[in-house]
């Protein structure tokens, strides 16, 4: 008998089920990964053994014991800790006060909590200041604190939920060290991820879910990434078919970015982009490619003097805000959909048919529910936007199809440049291939589309040429040709 013990568990929204009738079981000093397409009910059944999800029918034994969660304090009361994709910790408070958060004394002296807390995240080499407010944090730093806060709990039972999608190749390694550590202390891991590759290597058994149901658990030295797939979504996934690319006599220049400089992360960046071509844009964490996009849509504001030009059409542009840009047809795809993409409480109809209303087409005096629902239908279509209910709120969407939303709230506006910043992170691998069909469709009507990514084969998927960005500035181009992992990997880092 496993340590923890799921059997039959359904959970339904609006009549919908997201996950029907899932067996699912964990031992101590195992890591377990559950992997499935976004929707595929992987959050829902974990978000029911850490207490946020109130199962519909099914139970869940831990230790022999049957148990009934109804809040995450009943799930952390039995050893059970979920470190989820957005954290969940209070950004006004100090890392420390987060971590004993659920578990105060009565009486605290700060001098003595931050004392205690600086040995606690030493014992588990996190280089983490205790007094830092986690407003102050990056998205890994965060990340340590709830698993600082896991271990101070003395949890059982950690579930993971993509913690890898926001780290560096370093904090990775790092991630999976402490892994191996907790395995070695006994404590139970289930790994959500869509890095196929991440949840070979790590895991001891993989479950893989799909539509609700449980397809398949078997250990993991069984699978190959190519049988995972399959698994996943029920059929082979073959790459997006690459058309031939117009001769370079036959490119329009759209774009033409000359000695751009922003703060001290962006300095002399210069490349130009064409009509009916994927530009991609590869480089570390770092290197000033978000802070390039940010200032050519109007987000960012470059440097007032030596801040070099931009230039659309062959005209010069300086956006004080994204408005202008998208008047004139830029739009970004930010890459923190749930901090900038969305209203997550609102439907989705509603926020595609706001950033129509933000466009010149849209602009009026009159708002029409008809027009909301027509306009918002198209763009589920065509970006095949998936969910239980009708027009659900944001926040009762998967990943891969919240992305999808933030794309359309983008493309409604009729752009000819667009620029994706890391458009598939924390997407599954059906989404992802039909976000990439999606970005190709668009160079074939011809917009100029630029592609931010961290993640190499996604950028030899979809580009025709390639920059690779370091220190600020673009280092070296590769056309499709004559790029290779290894050479833009090598421009990056040297």
């Not at 280089?127 to 730093?141: N, R």
């Not at 904090?171 to 892994?179: A, G, M, S």
């Not at 440049?417 to 469709?441: A, N």
């Amino acid at each position: 008998m496993s340590f923890v013990e799921i059997r039959g568990a359904s959970k339904a929204y609006a009549g919908q089920l997201a996950i029907d009738k899932v067996d699912f079981d964990v031992d101590l000093g195992e890591v377990h990964s559950l992997v499935g397409e976004n929707g595929a009910g992987k959050s829902t059944l974990c978000k029911a053994l850490a207490g946020a999800v109130v199962l519909s029918g099914g139970t869940i034994t831990i230790d022999g014991k049957l148990m009934k969660f109804e809040t995450p304090k009943d799930a952390l009361d039995a050893g059970v800790v979920m470190v989820y994709q957005e954290t969940s910790l209070v950004p006004t408070m100090t890392v420390a006060q987060n971590i004993q958060l659920g578990k105060e004394k009565a009486l605290n002296r700060l001098r003595g909590l931050y004392i205690w807390g600086q040995q606690l995240l030493s014992s588990l080499n996190f280089h983490v200041d205790p007094t830092a407010l986690v407003s102050s944090l990056g998205a890994a730093q965060k990340q340590m604190v709830e698993i600082a806060r896991a271990v101070f709990h003395e949890a059982k039972v950690i579930i993971f939920d993509e913690p890898t999608a926001t780290l560096t190749p370093e904090e990775k390694q790092h991630f999976f060290d402490l892994v191996a550590n907790l395995k070695a202390r006994g404590t139970a891991i289930i790994f959500i991820s869509h890095a196929l590759e991440e949840a070979l290597e790590t895991s001891d058994r993989i479950t893989v879910l799909r539509d609700g149901k449980n397809v398949i658990t078997a250990p993991a030295k069984e699978f190959t990434r190519a049988k995972l797939v399959q698994s996943m979504v029920g059929r082979a996934v073959t790459a997006v078919e690459r058309k031939p690319r117009k001769p370079v006599g036959e490119k329009r220049k759209v774009l033409v970015v000359e000695n751009l400089s922003q703060g001290t992360m962006v300095k002399n960046m210069s490349f130009s982009v064409y009509a009916g071509e994927v530009t991609g844009m590869s480089g570390l964490v770092g290197s000033g490619r978000t802070e390039t996009a940010k200032v050519i849509a109007g987000a960012t504001k470059r440097n007032l003097m030596h801040g070099g030009m931009v230039y659309l059409d062959g005209r010069a542009v300086r956006y004080r805000v994204p408005r202008q840009a998208v008047d004139d047809g830029i739009v970004y795809v930010t890459e923190d959909r749930k901090l900038n993409g969305f209203y997550e409480t609102m439907s989705v109809g509603e926020n595609i048919y706001l950033s129509w209303l933000a466009s010149k087409d849209g602009r009026g005096l009159f708002v029409s529910k008809g027009q909301q629902r027509k306009i918002a239908d198209k763009w589920k279509d065509r970006l095949s936007i998936r969910s239980v209910s009708k027009d659900p709120r944001i926040n009762e969407l998967s990943g891969g199809n919240q992305q999808k939303v933030v794309i359309a709230k983008s493309l409604v506006q009729k752009p000819k440049v667009v620029i994706f910043d890391e458009p598939t992170r924390g997407v599954d691998v059906g989404s992802i291939q039909e976000i990439h069909e999606f970005i190709r469709s668009l160079a074939e009507e011809d917009i100029a589309v630029i592609v931010i990514s961290s993640y190499l084969p996604e950028v030899l998927a979809i580009s025709d040429r390639i920059l690779v960005t370091r220190a600020g500035r673009v280092v070296e181009e590769f056309t499709l040709e004559n790029a290779t992992e290894e050479k833009i990997m090598y421009a990056a880092v040297h």
